[in-house]
């Protein structure tokens, strides 16, 4: 912009210049001819008076004077005299245009050029009395030749003139654009520099502001997203058309194992997993890719969806969902149905059995007392079976239809003695309770689950005579129920494992005694539920320690 600003005005300088000199030189012309037409006018008229007093004889008398020649001419045009050239080898001068003029009223002038054109020549001529015309001429120095004898001073005053523009110009221009170059682009409106430029000003401005407010809802957006983003424990990733991730979450960035500011590297750069990375290439073709992958965090279900408009792949939304539970949750599922069915198959093939033998009449009819209690065993054990699948599918689910209330843990424990002391005596086991009142927030069905299946445990692993001492009290803010006995105990690689569905430590004792392999893992579920927990403590030989501790009713 300078340099155009620069050459206009350095082109206007020079043309003014031009122009100023062709039009001075032009006036100053003029008036020197003027002046000089002047002269000669009043020296003609001198020597008119001259010529007519004293006819030829003056011309004799006269010195030559040098800048002027002196002609004069019969009414006819003859030469009669002239002090340059002989005048009789003058040709007629009646057709001159001052002579013409003279001839015709009195006086007349005329100005013309050399043949070469580099002298002018200028004529006034006077009629004199007795009709003859007396001219007086002078050479005047024509334009060209003025130019060619200006042209040193000429040539001077231009490259003054030239190297003054160019100098003055190169300011001007810079002088110019420097405010230009020094606008306050962040605030348009405070320059006050130039007028002209207010529209364009103005109109930056609202353009700013439009931006800035564009700039400020997207910055919101953009928050919104990564506060969303950053709360998921899904993975999730944007990858672009060009496999750039454009935005990664934390979860992702652990479970791909790269740093969570790799937005904007090259996908397949910083995800090492050749899984997922086949996973985002075939939905970058524009197809959905799905598997499940093991990840070092756990079983993930990995989803490749491409994003499209108008049929192009814009990118890829790669999630990654933890499905580790989900699998968990399916294969104890599979685990726990095959399990019961094979417990429950025992029984039922021994009620069977039983049955059949009744059937064939082959028992003799004093054993067939015998064989009915079998079979009833039998069928109580798979009573026994399905209520407790039952009770712990309820407790799968959450046992939310139950009710909470505050429960007298203390209360509770003697109605279990109650219920187990019989049998408890047929097995010469004693049951003592000890402790007070001990008051939590509970759900009733679940304390008396508990309390019923961890003294029926220390009843049924119990030796003969052995003892069954369960005390309920509370201890640093939370309420205690322990059940410890003098029976068999439990083996300490055992321990570990005995709250596990169908865990026995001793498959054959515990069936002998009724056992379902499912009680602990009431007991753990329920105390869970309660917010409880539940610790063991065993001697083998000597006995086993239970306690479950509660959190105190608040009421
Ligand atoms: P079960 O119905 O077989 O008793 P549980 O889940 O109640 O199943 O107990 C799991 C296993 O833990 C039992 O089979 C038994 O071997 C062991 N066990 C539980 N309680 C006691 C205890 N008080 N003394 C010794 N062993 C016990």
Redesign the pocket.
């Known amino acids: 912009m300078t340099k155009r600003i620069f050459h206009s005005i350095f082109l206007v300088a020079l043309a003014v210049l031009f122009a100023s000199m062709v039009l001075i030189m032009g006036a100053v012309y003029n008036y020197f001819t003027a002046t000089q037409f002047q002269q000669l006018q009043t020296q003609t008229t001198l020597a008119a008076q001259a010529v007519s007093n004293e006819g030829l004889a003056y011309f004799e008398s006269l010195e030559d004077p040098e800048d002027c020649r002196i002609t004069w001419i019969a009414a006819d045009g003859t030469v009669l005299y002239d002090n340059r050239t002989d005048s009789d080898a003058m040709e007629n001068h009646l057709a001159r245009e001052e002579i013409q003029d003279a001839l015709a009223g009195g006086y007349g002038k005329s100005a013309r050029y050399s043949d070469t054109l580099m002298d002018r020549y200028l004529y006034t001529a006077q009629r004199l009395s007795d009709g003859t015309v007396l001219r007086l001429s002078t050479s005047q120095t024509s334009v060209l030749h003025l130019m060619v004898e200006m042209f040193q001073p000429i040539l001077a005053v231009i490259l003054i003139a030239v190297v003054l523009s160019l100098w003055l110009s190169s300011r001007v221009a810079k002088g110019i654009v420097k405010p230009l170059n020094e606008l306050n682009l962040d605030d348009p409106l405070s320059n006050r520099e130039y007028e002209e430029i207010t529209p364009l000003l103005q109109r930056l401005d609202s353009q700013q502001q439009q931006l800035k407010s564009q700039e400020k809802a997207m910055y919101q957006k953009q928050k919104e997203f990564n506060t969303v983003t950053r709360a998921l424990n899904e993975g999730l990733v944007l990858v672009s058309s060009g496999g750039v991730i454009l935005s990664i979450n934390p979860a992702a960035a652990k479970l791909l194992d790269v740093t969570p500011n790799c937005a904007g590297a090259d996908f397949s750069v910083a995800n090492r997993n050749r899984d997922i990375a086949a996973l985002v290439n075939t939905a970058l073709t524009g197809e959905k890719a799905e598997r499940t992958l093991s990840l070092s965090f756990g079983e993930y279900q990995v989803t490749a969806s491409p994003v499209k408009s108008k049929g192009h792949v814009l990118g890829v939304v790669l999630l990654l969902f933890d499905v580790t539970q989900k699998l968990r949750a399916e294969q104890l599922r599979r685990e726990f149905t095959a399990n019961v069915s094979h417990e429950l198959k025992t029984p039922l093939h021994a009620i069977s059995g039983y049955a059949e033998l009744l059937k064939s009449g082959m028992v003799p009819q004093e054993d067939t007392r015998h064989f009915a209690e079998k079979i009833y065993a039998e069928a109580h054990r798979m009573i026994q079976l399905v209520e ?1 699948t039952l009770r712990l599918s309820r407790l799968d689910e959450g046992a939310a239809d139950m009710q909470w209330a505050p429960i007298d843990l203390y209360a509770a424990a003697q109605a279990t003695v109650k219920e187990l002391t019989a049998p408890a005596e047929l097995e010469s086991v004693s049951l003592k309770l000890e402790g007070s009142s001990t008051v939590i927030h509970g759900i009733s069905q679940l304390v008396s689950s508990i309390l019923f ?2 003294v ?3 009843v ?3 030796k003969h005579g052995g003892l069954v001492l369960i005390r309920v009290g509370s201890e640093h803010g939370r309420a205690i129920l322990s ?1 410890s ?1 003098t ?4 083996p300490e690689d ?1 321990l570990p494992r ?2 596990e ?7 054959s ?3 002998e ?11 753990k579920h329920a105390v869970l539920i309660l917010g409880g927990s539940i610790e063991v403590d ?1 001697t083998p030989g000597k ?2 320690i ?1 306690t479950v501790y509660f959190p105190l009713s608040q009421t």
């Open positions: 407790d299946n961890l029926d445990n220390a049924k692993y119990n059940v006995d029976g068999i105990g439990i055992h005995i709250f569905r169908f865990y026995r430590v001793d498959k004792h515990s069936k005694v009724g056992g379902t392999g499912l009680g602990l893992s009431i007991v065993s006995g086993t239970m």
